[in-house]
C-alpha cells in the first residue's frame, strides 16, 4: 500500500474543512496510508517587502525541510503544488500515482505552501511540480481540493465510479 505524506503550511481553522479533511482522509484509508503534516506559518504584515516576503517564506521553508529530513521521508516521490506547475487532468493524475507506484515507489510527499507559495528551497526538492490552476486559492481549500483528487485518482486507478 502507497504510502501519502500531505506537508501543509498553517493549520485549518474552519471546522467545516476539517470535516472534509476528516472524511476524505477516511475514506483515502482503503487505498493508502496517509499523514497529513502541519508546519506553522508565519504572519505575513501588509505590504510587506520583498525582503520580509523571503524572510518568510526561508522561515516557512526550514519548516517544511526538516520535515523531508527526517529519515522517515527519505527516499520518498516529492511533489509540490504551485501556480507555475504542470496542470494534469483527474485521470492523468491517477495515471501518474499508478505509474508512480508500478515503478516502485511506495511514498509520495505533496506539499502545500503557505499566501505566499514555497520557497526555491522545497520547490528545487520536487520531483514534479503540480499546478490546480493558475488561480490562487486559499491554502485550506486547496488541501481538501488535493486529497479529493487523491481520492478521486485512487477510484479511477481501481476502476470504481466516481462522479464527473
Known amino acids: 500500500m502507497i504510502k501519502i505524506d500531505i506537508i501543509c ?11 472534509a479533511v476528516s472524511e476524505y482522509s477516511k475514506r483515502l484509508s482503503r487505498y493508502c496510508t496517509l499523514s497529513v503534516n502541519e508546519v506553522a506559518d508565519e504572519k505575513t504584515p501588509d505590504k510587506a517587502s520583498d525582503i520580509e516576503v523571503q524572510g ?3 522561515t516557512e521553508a526550514d519548516r517544511i525541510n526538516a520535515l523531508l529530513d527526517k529519515p522517515a521521508m527519505q527516499g520518498a516521490y516529492i ?14 493524475l491517477a495515471s501518474k500515482i499508478e505509474k508512480l507506484s508500478v515503478d516502485g515507489v511506495s511514498h509520495v510527499v505533496f506539499i502545500i505552501g503557505g499566501s505566499l507559495g514555497l520557497h526555491n528551497s522545497v ?18 481549500l486547496m488541501r481538501v481540493v488535493l486529497l479529493e483528487q487523491i481520492y478521486r485518482g485512487f477510484r479511477i486507478i481501481n476502476h470504481e465510479p466516481y462522479h464527473k
Open 56 to 58: 518568510i517564506l526561508s
Open 123 to 140: 520547490i528545487s526538492r520536487a520531483s514534479f511540480h503540480l499546478s490546480f490552476s493558475k488561480m490562487t486559492f486559499p491554502h485550506q
Open 79 to 92: 511533489i509540490t503544488l504551485e501556480i507555475n506547475g504542470k496542470q494534469l487532468s483527474s485521470e492523468e
Open 9 to 19: 503550511v498553517g493549520k485549518i481553522k474552519e471546522s467545516f474543512y476539517r470535516d
